[in-house]
């Protein structure tokens, strides 16, 4: 079946450090992937979503690239901010939409002045 | 942007008790809420797709007897655990599409159940 497997926590940087959070899929057909972020006391967020291969989501500095060819969807930011700190969540939909998202366990950062 | 509330953010019971969680759309209408459920150091579970006016559509493996939802306005969607036990203790957590929109979810902050 349909899953996603993300890099396990938590991932601790100092500020201005670049952030990669690992994600891989394993999906029939060309599901929609995405990124959500939940900052400490709120919901999930969507931070960035690619429907189709090469497709390249991004939002706040964040950027992912889905991937067919390593069913990959990493999220990368350049320089990370203590405001950035969060957990994020990668997930995936098959049916191409919003329905059904199923989630990887979630990545939590934290960032260091 | 769209604001999901949940009720309680937490909430501890005793085993045998029943449960009811809250899942509010604060600025919109939802004709379509989900429900999950999120272990520690585990992936969110999509439980059951909630549908104002009509019943839920539980996911493989989830017992509808033992969580029941229901969704009897566009803007409010409940979770009731039925005779919690210590292996229902986690984090349940809610989404809400806007009616008529067949796009992004908002989330609720979720809830966490601790049966003692």
């Known amino acids: 079946g349909n899953s996603v497997t993300q890099m396990e926590g938590p991932v601790t940087l100092s500020e201005e450090a670049f952030l990669t959070i690992n994600c891989t899929y394993t999906a029939t057909g060309y599901p929609s992937l995405f990124w959500y972020v939940q900052y400490p006391g709120e919901g999930l967020q969507l931070l960035l979503k690619a429907t189709k291969a090469d497709d390249k989501g991004s939002n706040k500095g964040f950027e992912a690239t889905y991937r067919k060819e390593t069913t990959s969807f990493h999220l990368e930011k350049g320089s990370v901010q203590v405001s950035d700190s969060a957990v994020y969540f990668c997930?995936?939909?098959?049916?191409?939409?919003?329905?059904?998202?199923?989630f990887g366990a979630g990545t939590r950062l934290a960032v260091h002045p | 942007g769209a604001v999901v509330s949940q009720h309680p953010s937490w909430v501890i019971c005793k085993s045998g008790t029943s449960v009811k969680i809250e899942c509010r759309s604060l600025?919109?209408?939802?004709?379509?809420m989900f429900w999950y459920r999120q272990f520690p150091k585990q992936s969110l579970m999509l439980m059951a797709t909630?549908?104002?006016?009509?019943?839920?559509?539980?996911e493989q493996g989830v017992e509808k007897d033992k969580f029941l939802i229901n969704h009897a306005s566009l803007t409010l969607s409940t979770l009731t655990v039925t005779s919690a036990h210590p292996e229902d203790s986690s984090f349940y957590i809610c989404?809400?599409?806007?009616?008529?929109?067949?796009?992004?979810?908002?989330f609720g902050e979720g809830s966490r159940l601790t049966v003692l």
């Open positions: 997930a995936l939909s098959s049916s191409g939409g919003y329905n059904k998202l199923i």
């Open positions: 989404s809400a599409r806007p009616s008529g929109n067949t796009g992004e979810l908002f």
């Open positions: 909630s549908n104002e006016g009509s019943k839920a559509t539980y």
């Open positions: 600025d919109f209408q939802a004709t379509t």
